[in-house]
């Protein structure tokens, strides 16, 4: 099982990112997947969610209505938008699966299973 974030990298406040997460292994179309990030100092935190199903989406309030999860089941990939980038967004991206459909707590990285290795994202 892999998982291989890209897209991460420098930009300026307000501009946009599309983050992808490779998933090689297993097929994610029966999992839910989450994106994560972790500055510096701080707790790896929730970003998104998204259930099997591509319609319950689940958001940080920090991100809700800036960012947008995504799924291509055909690709095996996962996207996270990123629009109107703050400095306060900066941090490692990770993409996770969950061992089923759904979790307990979409926006907790415990309730995960498999991680990606993250992608850097800087907005200054």
């Known amino acids: 099982v892999q998982l291989v974030e890209s897209g991460g990298t420098s930009v300026q406040a307000g501009g946009s990112l599309r983050l992808s997460c490779a998933v090689s292994?297993?097929?994610?179309?029966?999992?839910?997947v989450g994106w994560f990030r972790q500055a510096p100092g701080t707790e790896r935190e929730g970003v998104a969610a998204?259930?099997?199903?591509?319609?319950?989406?689940y958001y940080a309030d920090s991100v809700r209505g800036r960012f947008t999860i995504s799924r291509d089941n055909a690709k095996n990939t996962l996207y996270l938008q990123m629009t109107s980038l703050k400095p306060e967004d900066t941090a490692m991206y990770y993409c996770?699966?969950?061992?089923?459909?759904?979790?307990?707590?979409?926006?907790?990285?415990?309730?995960?299973?498999?991680w990606g290795q993250g992608t850097q994202v800087t907005v200054s």
């Open positions: 998204i259930y099997t199903g591509g319609t319950v989406t």
């Open positions: 996770a699966t969950g061992p089923g459909g759904s979790v307990s707590r979409p926006l907790i990285p415990g309730d995960y299973s498999d």
């Open positions: 292994g297993y097929t994610v179309s029966n999992k839910c």
